[in-house]
């Protein structure tokens, strides 16, 4: 993840990843490095990598090319746990907090998967699903929830007796077809064969990388704990006017930034909102298309910057984007910084779009 950014600028990265290894206990920035990639993909060490990847190449930008993200940028939004990462970049949450929330959240999702697997057996996980035509999307969705019903939700309290190995949920709706589904993993392959025998389609499956089936009713448990640690007081000390109220409260009201939650698709709008839709977005649906339309098509947004240790916020924002030759229109364009390469090419898009009375807009990944 971080073996260019070390490369380049040894001096930032190492500052910054001895801050990490500080806050998270123990030696992260060792196994980003070395791995095993079996360690590195374990959902405890994973989230937390990610989080500080996005966050340190945000601080490289700041210190070593002078990039301001409120200069630069009106909106943020991040792909399932990016919202973490965003949540910091539009300062709501402190990078401290930030990291410690993502390690508990880590730790809680690891662990009702676990549990799970102990109290019911069966297997895990998450699969894509790719429909040929974007027409088909819709009929998808709603065959699906007739078929499995949007189990796991807090609305949903009256199928609360039903087991986890008997559900599934849409976990991401990507784009305009492609979404996620998320639970058993033999309940799944159900389902698919019900959708090719009665929807007249036959969707691509692809299992994705994942130890859990995150956003799905087996994140149940870890919803209680991350509501808890949002109800806790931030673990650094209070700063003159940083919006932190009461007892030093861990997320800070207002944001520099307007900040666009996973579970509504639309900005946060209050301190105790943001608390509820950050624990429950775990387990709900993650709403990126319907929030890239909202920004795209409601908000006017026209610059695209995805920061982060992958390319898949930008892939999935110019899938919707991109097909109407977003690139082309003056004063648009869509980008993404990985890794140092990327950085001139998109500060230099940045600052020949400027100046159109355009809205921008920053994703963490």
């Known amino acids: 993840m971080l073996a260019p950014w070390l490369e ?5 990265t190492n500052r910054l990843l001895d801050e990490v ?3 998270m206990g123990y030696k992260l920035s060792t196994v980003m490095a070395e791995g095993p990639s079996k360690v590195l993909s374990a959902t405890p060490v994973a989230q937390p990598a990610i989080v500080a990847t996005s966050i340190i190449i945000l601080r490289i930008l700041e210190q070593e090319y002078g990039f301001q993200t409120y200069d630069h940028a009106d909106v943020v939004l991040g792909h399932s746990l990016g919202e973490f990462a965003a949540l910091v970049c539009g300062d709501y949450l402190e990078f401290e907090d930030g990291l410690y929330l993502v390690k508990k959240r880590a730790e809680a999702m690891h662990q009702a998967t676990a549990d799970a697997m102990v109290q019911y057996g069966g297997e895990y996980g998450m699969v894509a699903i790719v429909m040929e035509s974007p027409s088909h999307l819709p009929s998808l969705i709603r065959s699906i929830e007739e078929f499995v019903g949007r189990h796991g939700t807090r609305e949903d309290d009256a199928r609360a007796d039903i087991p986890p190995i008997d559900q599934v949920l849409i976990a991401n709706i990507n ?4 979404i996620v589904l ?18 007249g389609s036959d969707p691509r499956m692809v299992r994705l990388n994942a130890d859990s089936p995150f956003h799905s009713p087996i994140m149940k448990p870890a919803v209680k704990k991350i509501e808890e640690l949002l109800h806790q007081p931030s673990r650094v000390p209070r700063r003159e006017g940083d919006g932190r109220g009461g007892e030093i409260d861990i997320i800070k009201w207002p944001g520099k930034l307007q900040c666009i939650s996973n579970v509504t698709s639309r900005p946060f709008q209050s301190r105790e909102q943001l608390k509820d839709l950050l624990a429950r977005q775990c387990l709900e649906t993650v709403r990126w298309w319907d929030s890239i339309k909202y920004l795209d098509q409601e908000q006017r947004v026209r610059r695209w910057i995805g920061i982060g240790p992958g390319k898949v916020g930008r892939n999935l924002v110019g899938k919707e984007v991109g097909m109407r030759g977003m690139d082309a229109v003056k004063g648009g364009g869509v980008w993404a910084i990985t890794e140092p390469g990327e950085v001139e090419e998109a500060l230099k898009g940045l600052e020949d779009t400027a100046g159109f009375g355009v809205d921008e807009y920053a994703d963490y990944e």
Not at 8 to 12: A, D, K
Not at 175 to 178: D, E, I, R, V
């Open 21 to 23: 290894d500080s806050l």
């Open 175 to 178: 784009s305009k077809n492609q």
């Open 8 to 12: 380049s600028f040894p001096r930032t």
């Open 182 to 199: 998320s639970g058993n993993i033999e309940r799944i392959k159900t389902l698919i064969a019900h959708v090719r025998q009665f929807l």
